[in-house]
């Protein structure tokens, strides 16, 4: 069946426009997750969703990060106002059930690039 | 807190041998240990978990043990093969909540 997927896979913006990443996580799933990764570093927590209801968006680095996923599948990742910081690769995650011990599939990730 | 740590951030080994690396942490809370491997432009995938009711898995050449007392885990990838070559990520889950906290990685490199 098919996996997670997220698009654009290559987004380059101008500082200080807006952009929306899009995740479409394995069907069914309840769990879906956003993460940051930076050139060398490992992913970082940005925010969490169990089916439409934001439960944790502890991770989101500023006011500037907004995340929805209205019907609890698709879910859009959108940043406003652009940073040259806010260059990395974001990676979306779906799992299965609601609780913690079941396995995060990855997305191929969009690879988002501030000029 | 989260502190994840990784050790060595880099191992290079010859083929057929073994592998092994370290994943510390903080929260005495966590309870599920994940070990993902990333190669270089993919996307993570899962190659080993372990719950915190467990000491040891393993899964053919690939291994995972876990000592919650002193708060480590390690993999443990026995004869290695140039496709094992990539970033290996652990990735506790913090107690209470379900994210993981990914630490920096380690890049093994298998030398033929």
């Known amino acids: 069946g098919a996996g997670v997927s997220q698009s654009p896979r290559y987004k380059v913006a101008k500082r200080g426009q807006d952009v929306a990443l899009r995740c479409d996580p394995i069907?069914?799933?309840?769990?879906l997750f956003w993460y940051q990764q930076a050139l060398g570093q490992g992913p970082e927590f940005l925010t969490y969703?169990?089916?439409?209801?934001?439960?944790?968006k502890s991770g989101l680095p500023s006011d500037r990060f907004f995340a929805e996923r209205p019907e609890g599948s698709v879910s859009t990742l959108k940043i406003q106002r652009t940073q040259q910081e806010d260059s990395a690769v974001y990676l979306c995650a779906s799992s299965t059930l609601a609780g913690g011990y079941n396995e995060q599939f990855f997305g191929p990730g969009t690879r988002l690039t501030v000029l | 807190g989260e502190n994840v740590e990784q050790h060595p951030s880099t191992l290079s080994v010859q083929e057929g041998d073994s592998a092994v690396i370290k994943c510390t942490y903080s929260?005495?809370?966590?309870?599920?240990f994940p070990w993902y491997k990333q190669e270089l432009g993919k996307r993570p995938q899962l190659i080993i978990d372990?719950?915190?009711?467990?000491g040891e898995k393993k899964d053919q050449r690939i291994a995972v043990t876990l000592n919650k007392t002193a708060k480590h885990f390690s993999l443990h990838i026995t004869e290695t093969q140039p496709e094992d070559s990539a970033v290996y990520f652990c990735?506790?889950?913090?107690?209470?909540?379900?994210?993981?906290?990914f630490g920096k990685g380690n890049q093994v490199v298998v030398i033929p």
């Open positions: 069907s069914g799933h309840v769990s």
């Open positions: 969703f169990q089916n439409e209801a934001q439960l944790d």
């Open positions: 372990i719950r915190s009711n467990v």
């Open positions: 929260d005495s809370a966590s309870n599920y």
């Open positions: 990735a506790p889950r913090v107690g209470g909540n379900n994210r993981l906290a």
